[in-house]
């Protein structure tokens, strides 16, 4: 699944960003809203939903630790300035 970002959002917490990105599918545009912890170098998915930002249903994950070379690390890369 290609994954292309829509930017972050906010600082929030010190250290905690969160994020708003879009994934683009075959059959599917998926937008995910995700914390990552800048200090700690964790993220965690705060909600999805299909087609638009508003469909997103909150549903958090506990904090994991990013894969290098994964897309969400990427992406925690790319907010955090690392």
Do not use: Y
């Amino acid at each position: 699944m290609l994954s292309k970002w829509i930017g972050w959002l906010a600082v929030i917490k010190g250290e905690v960003r969160e994020a708003l990105h879009k994934r683009v599918g075959v059959d599917s545009i998926v937008f995910v809203r995700t914390e990552a912890n800048c200090k700690t170098r964790k993220m965690r998915e705060l909600g999805a939903g299909e087609d638009s930002p508003e469909n997103i249903k909150k549903s958090a994950t506990d904090w994991f630790d990013l894969v290098p070379g994964s897309s969400k690390s990427d992406l925690a890369r790319f907010i955090c300035n690392w």
